[in-house]
Nanobody
């Protein structure tokens, strides 16, 4: 079993910054990718940013130039630095990891979610 523990959400004024972190632990042979998704009330969960082992990074167009994802593969940890926050960034942010198991196969794991609220 794999656990993802997130931290760093909160309330911030528009234009401010927050930094989210997510640490993976448990039965991990290899992590193929780690990233962040978000879900606003009444909307579908959407990709915010993902970093793939090997260094490829993808961002949602709405956060490019404002958010930065980074990862420490030795600690199975990923961060999301969020700058110039806007009210439309308000959502529950979920950490995701694609984890290879010792027994074989890759599986998706999700964190419990952390609330980010941006006041205008």
């Amino acid at each position: 079993q794999v656990q993802l523990v997130e931290s760093g959400g909160g309330l911030v004024q528009a234009g401010g910054s927050l930094r989210l972190s997510c640490a993976a632990s448990g039965s991990i042979f290899r992590i193929n990718a780690m990233g962040w998704y978000r879900q606003a009330p009444g909307k579908q969960r959407e990709l915010v940013a993902v970093i793939v082992t090997g260094g490829n990074i993808n961002y949602a167009d709405s956060v490019k130039g404002r958010f930065t994802i980074s990862r420490d593969t030795t600690k199975n940890t990923v961060w999301l630095q969020m700058n110039s926050l806007k009210s439309e960034d308000t959502a529950v942010y979920y950490c995701n990891a694609v984890v290879g198991q010792y027994s074989g196969g890759y599986y998706d794991y999700w964190g419990q979610g952390t609330q980010v609220t941006v006041s205008s």
